[in-house]
């Protein structure tokens, strides 16, 4: 269930970063400052169930420069990039892409949340996207598999332990055993060094 805010200890304005926002903004969270706090994000999330912090508040947050509480939420890892929350946003606020640009700076920072296999996921996807252009399910499970629990030595048996899955994924055309690149993939690859450049002139 997710944690309310008003439940949680008082906030301390001298812990909070003003400038988090247009940090936030920069990275590609666009218009989040537009956001009055209508709750439609929140309401037609598919897993907020999961989250600590629904969407709603963790943009109101940002408005805050709660920037530590932010970062090291489960939320932002949670997210499920489905686009519903910004498709029925009123306000025009871009929720998936601040989710997306929170990611960015948690990982370009170093922050790790409690569960560690957010990050390892998002890296894994953004890796295989720079690759060819689109998704390949086979080789993000595969990936995801080997690096989110490495304290575990026997790979063979988690990977047995999600056969099912992806035989019903197989099945149903949702699982391809060869990946598909897109046209013109070096286009993509330069976008990915033109970030990376920004990035190191920061």
Not at 53 to 73: A, C, F, N, W
């Amino acid at each position: 269930m997710a944690m309310a805010i008003e439940e949680a200890e008082a906030i301390r304005l001298d812990r909070c970063d003003p400038d988090f926002i247009r940090e936030v903004e920069e990275a590609g969270g666009l218009n989040v400052s537009a956001c009055y706090q209508c709750g439609t994000c929140s309401g037609g999330c598919p897993t907020v169930w999961a989250m600590d912090y629904t969407p709603r508040q963790i943009i109101r947050m940002v408005h805050l420069g709660m920037k530590d509480e932010v970062l090291s939420s489960m939320s932002i890892w949670v997210c499920s990039s489905c686009y519903t929350c910004q498709t029925r946003c009123p306000r025009g606020v871009h929720i998936t892409d601040v989710m997306s640009a929170l990611k960015s700076i948690a990982i370009r920072e170093g922050r790790t949340p409690a569960n560690p296999k957010g990050p390892v996921f998002y890296k894994n996807f953004v890796d295989i996207i720079e690759q060819y252009g689109r998704m390949w399910e086979l080789e993000l499970s595969l990936k995801f598999t080997h690096k989110s629990e490495p304290e575990v030595p026997n790979k063979l048996a988690m990977l047995l332990r999600d056969a099912p899955l992806g035989l019903a994924m197989f099945t149903k055309g949702k699982l391809a055993l060869a990946p598909h690149k897109i046209l013109n993939i070096d286009q993509i690859k330069a976008i990915y060094e033109n970030v990376r450049r920004m990035e190191a002139e920061k």
